[in-house]
């Protein structure tokens, strides 16, 4: 009776969670020009989605932010979780674990105003950035750096402090550690890193709108734009194709993930072994 | 050369280096555009530049500070019932997906141990599929001539449609469906570590299994309810995208007023006075995710 119940439960919660999906991905295979109607199956919205210069612009734009903002996440992600986790006591610590979760809490809309203000500031002064790829890139790592934080610190705090210290016994510098010990550990949430942080700039509409200058917008500010005039089939489209490409990508990198997961315990196995002796 | 050498090495060794980077990148880039916005806030609305709120006249510098903005987001009623109507949206939100999550939380840390991570990829992987479209997709499901009117009409279950669209339920559909992950997430980590010797003690001492839950497995997962909790309502109360998407005349959202304020009035000292109150706000309830937070990976270690 109770596993009835709960049985339901989880599939009732799925179901909410799958159904505004899979309607779309229907939805994107229907001819007839109201969203909501079905008439027949055809690749119609494909080919006007195919001919509409404005969204593959943006689809451009979009995926050139979302790489490099997604390198730079990882990258100044990284330094904040060995800062946070590695020197577990220092002057201003606690300032700046609340400043690295500041963009995971507050709401995007303070992010980016706050954001923007300061570009306007800095431009002011300074003379540049002029607002475009440059301060939507900042805004997008900015928040992926607080993501790639939380997924570094994580790896960081199950890994084996031994092995560092083991390096070092054995005459390695600290930057050979974190080179030769530290990092090849560090790669597979390194990578998990930049997917979501390449995801979350690529999705992203909020600090996109403040932050962009005239002649930018991406993906999402198109999408968007149209989102709000009503309801277009192409909207369908698009999204069938990115949800397509975003699962093969998860589904490939979990895959990824468990086989070097398996390697490294395969080599540890084999370390130990009689072989090596 | 070598010299410059063993200059870049003892920097890249340096714990100057390690904690500098992210310091300068984050007091840069979160840190000093609040203290901007504060100032701002504090500012009329041509003087938008801060060298401008400056005062020389005397031959030291003087802070012009002007509360026009704050006496007239506090003489207005419309932005006291906006921040208001926030706040309700965000705790219903948050006591709606608690209702869903908790049980969920529950039910998938108590099944098989095989399946547990697909299940929990299963969660994760529409947080991976676009938020935007995810709540498009809502709006073609909810409209009068939308899908679920459709087939209700269809199947001769109802007559005419359901208003589902542009007004609090459309909204409170895509906050709910939105912010589910974040609940269920910290709930099942928690909820999967829990120690079932307790329960089996409980049990053994003649509780009954509903007792047992409410004096054991509910306290035990504080942290994690809260940690949930603070996640759905702190973002939930400056939400822009799901009320603009979904949300009707009547549902006012703070957010909303602060992207207009922005955009279309292009007041920007209202814009920062309305994000500073809406900061006071969430102030106390990031304390709270900030201390269980900590305690949660305290746990873990």
């Known amino acids: 009776m109770i596993k009835l119940f709960s049985r339901s439960w989880m599939i009732a919660v799925y179901i909410f969670l799958y159904l505004p999906i899979v309607t779309l991905v229907v939805f994107s295979f229907n001819n007839s020009s109201l969203v909501t109607v079905w008439s027949h199956a055809s690749l119609r919205w494909y080919t006007v989605l195919a001919n509409d210069a404005d969204l593959i612009a943006a689809v451009g734009l979009s995926l050139k932010i979302a790489f490099l903002s997604a390198l730079m996440s990882v990258f100044f992600g990284t330094f904040t979780a060995f800062a946070l986790n590695r020197y577990r006591r220092f002057r201003g610590r606690t300032l700046l674990a609340s400043m690295a979760s500041t963009p995971l809490v507050m709401p995007d809309v303070i992010v980016g105003l ?11 002064w300074l003379g540049f950035p002029e607002r475009g790829l440059f301060t939507i890139l900042l805004g997008h790592a900015l928040l992926g750096t607080a993501y790639a934080t939380v997924v570094v610190t994580s790896r960081l705090r199950e890994m084996d402090g031994k092995l560092d210290e083991a390096a070092m016994d054995l005459g390695c510098q600290p930057f050979q550690v974190f080179r030769l010990v530290t990092l090849p550990l560090l790669v597979p949430a390194l990578v998990s890193a930049f997917l979501l942080t390449f ?3 690529f999705d992203d509409v909020v600090l996109s709108s403040f932050l962009s200058g005239p002649g930018y917008s991406t993906l999402p500010m198109v999408v968007f734009s149209r989102a709000r005039l009503g309801l277009n089939p192409t909207i ?13 990508a998860v589904v490939a990198s979990s895959f990824y993930q468990s086989h070097m997961e398996r390697k490294r315990k395969r080599d540890i196995a084999l370390a130990y072994s009689d072989k090596n002796q | 050369m070598a010299k410059v050498q063993s200059f870049m090495r003892s920097l890249t060794q340096g714990r100057q280096l390690v904690i500098g980077v992210p310091y300068l990148w984050f007091a840069i880039l979160t840190a000093i555009p609040l203290l901007i916005v504060l100032k701002i806030s504090l500012s009329e609305m041509e003087a938008t530049s801060v060298s401008d709120m400056i005062d020389w006249t005397n031959g030291w510098p003087t802070v012009k500070l002007n509360f026009a ?101 459309s909204l409170l559909v895509g906050m709910v469906y939105s912010y589910l992950p974040f609940m269920i997430l910290p709930l099942y980590a928690n909820l999967s570590k829990l120690d079932l010797r307790y329960l089996e003690a409980a049990a053994d001492l003649g509780t009954s299994p509903f007792k047992a839950f409410w004096l054991i497995t509910v306290p035990l997962s504080k942290a994690g309810i809260i940690a949930g909790s603070m996640l759905v309502f702190i973002p939930a109360v400056g939400e822009y995208v799901i009320p ?49 937070q900590a305690e949660q990976s305290e746990v873990k270690v």
């Open chain 1, 114 to 124: 706050s954001l923007l203000l300061m570009l306007v500031s800095m431009q002011h």
């Open chain 1, 199 to 201: 995801t979350l700039s």
């Open chain 1, 236 to 248: 369908n489209a698009v999204a069938t194709v990115t949800i397509t490409v975003v699962t093969i």
């Open chain 2, 69 to 169: 903005s704050y006496l007239f987001l506090s003489s207005d009623t419309l932005y006291f019932q906006t921040y208001l109507s926030s706040l309700k949206y965000a705790v219903i939100t948050t006591v709606i997906c608690l209702a869903i999550g908790y049980p969920f939380a529950y039910f998938m840390a108590r099944s098989p141990k095989h399946l547990q991570p697909m299940l929990l990829m299963m969660i994760m992987l529409p947080f991976w599929t676009s938020f935007l479209l995810r709540i498009y997709a809502w709006k073609t499901l909810l409209v009068s001539n939308g899908v679920i009117n459709n087939v209700l009409l269809s199947l001769g279950i109802i007559k005419s449609p359901l208003l589902m669209m542009n007004n609090s339920f």
């Open chain 2, 244 to 292: 603009e998407l979904l949300g009707g005349p009547d549902t006012l959202m703070i957010g909303r007023v602060l992207w207009d304020e922005f955009f279309s009035n292009n007041d920007w000292p209202m814009a920062s006075s309305v994000a500073v109150v809406m900061i006071l706000l969430i102030l106390l309830p990031m304390a709270l995710f900030n201390k269980y």
